[in-house]
């Protein structure tokens, strides 16, 4: 019997960089029972789902939250020895990471209205899908989840001042001039970057004194800061992620 299972077994090659990206099912329709269009509610619950992603997934080195979407960069190339999660096998990752976030991402949003059950009455769902990038094209990859980020919450921000016809095949060049001359804000001002661009979480070491005056190396999660409104240089926080989890596995050993 087990061969009709094995049949189906696909695993990603190892020593590759691969990415875990889940999604929200239908958040169009979900996220209806928020009051506005920019959410604080739904975006701490990303970013709690983002967080344990990082710490969940083996190898993870960042992770990259915008809107009802998560990428988890993750790898086994952080040691010769270093061992691929669930042996790459596609399923296995790409079922688990969809239950983490699904049972993470309703936990927060529980926590956050636990005054107000019927917010929670139909639970938030994932989906995840899992492939590998050469080293390479992942600066790309991100940048493009990041644009996406960017043009899709400048479309949600105009809507909140014009209507859809009046929104009709202009550009995004053309939503921030309207933005501008008819309704007198700034989208780069108007809305948080975090609203337009996302963020980005990354696992380090930090060293710290204990009350007994020992040095002890903790594993953190860190934020990247995003700099006058810019996108981020993703080459530069790749690498440096890519050092740190080298570091990770170095000092735990
Ligand atoms: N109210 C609210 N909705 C959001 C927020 N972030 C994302 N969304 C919604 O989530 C949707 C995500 O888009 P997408 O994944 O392409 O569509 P889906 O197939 O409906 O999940 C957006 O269209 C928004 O409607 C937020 O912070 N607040
Ligand atoms: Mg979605």
Known sequence: MKMWEQKFLVEIMKKQFCILRVDG?????????????FSLDMIKAMNDTAKELLCKVQGSLLVYVQSDEISVLFSDTSSPNAEAWYGN???????????IATA??????AKAFYNAPEICD??????ARVFSMPEDDLPNYFLWRMRDA??????????????????QNVDNDGLRQMLLLDA????TEGLGERERLGAVFIKKL?????????????????EIKLENNCYVNWKNVIDSSIFNSQQLQHKTK
């Open 25 to 37: 099912k239908a958040f169009h329709t979900y996220t209806k029972r928020f009051q506005n269009r």
């Open 89 to 99: 096998n596609m399923q296995k990752i790409a079922s688990v990471g969809a239950s």
């Open 104 to 109: 993470t991402f309703n936990g927060s949003i």
């Open 122 to 127: 139909t639970p938030a769902l994932f989906d």
């Open 150 to 167: 960017n043009s899709n919450a400048l479309q949600s921000f105009a809507r909140q001042y014009f209507s859809h016809k009046e929104l």
């Open 184 to 187: 007198g804000i700034s989208y």
């Open 206 to 222: 930090k060293d710290v004194i204990t009350d007994e005056g020992d040095l002890l190396s903790r594993k953190v999660i860190e």
